[in-house]
Each structure stands twice: as C-alpha cells, then as structure tokens.
C-alpha cells in the first residue's frame, strides 16, 4: 500500500522552527519528485518546496531563505527545516509524490505572535 505520512507539526512562537517529515511507504520515494504544500483556513493549497529527482529545490517566495526541503534516501524521508517561523505560515502541511500524484494527510502547524 502506498503511504505518505507527515510528523513533526505542532505549536511554535514567532522566530521559532520547526521540522517536518514525511515518511514514505517505500523507496519509490527516492526516485519521485517530492513537494511541501500547505493549505490555510479559507485559502487554497499552496506549494511551499519541491525536490526533483536531481536534488534541485525550488522553493515559495513566502518561504525563501527561512524553509530547507532535503531527502535522505537511507530513511525515505523527505524533510522540511523551517525557521524564523511567521504567523501566517500557519496551516495544515501536506507532502506529496508530485509526480505520482500521492498525498500525505497533513500535519497542522500553528505558529504564535
């Protein structure tokens, strides 16, 4: 059975961080592309990462420089670091196999003024 599932969301402050993962079900994980997405009360989801078969990451503006999507094909895991956490980065994150059109049921994150 194919599975993605998220962990790692939770209840953070402003300027804090936070570590997603998103375990998958097998190694089929390794040779996907992966993305981040999140999806906010009343708004509609929105890529946040993405990593390619080749490792390249692209990466939201919202997110730039504070968010880091990697893999480690050893766990099939694809990470998501997220620092200097903003309010609104407040969501529900969802992972997903792009490519093969698998999802993750999300993980909330709730970040504090």
């Known amino acids: 059975q194919v599975r993605l599932v998220e962990s790692g969301g939770g209840l953070a402050q402003a300027g804090g961080s936070l570590r997603l993962s998103c375990a998958a079900s097998g190694s089929w994980i390794r040779v996907s592309t992966m993305g981040w997405y999140r999806q906010a009360p009343g708004k509609q989801r929105e890529l946040v990462a993405l990593i390619t078969l080749g490792d390249t990451t692209n990466y939201a503006d919202s997110v730039k420089g504070r968010f880091t999507i990697s893999r480690d094909n050893a766990k099939n895991t694809v990470d998501l670091q997220m620092n200097s956490l903003m309010p609104e980065d407040t969501a529900v994150y969802y992972c997903?196999?792009?490519?093969?059109?698998?999802w993750g049921q999300g993980t909330q994150v709730t970040v504090s003024s």
């Open positions: 997903s196999a792009t490519n093969r059109g698998y």
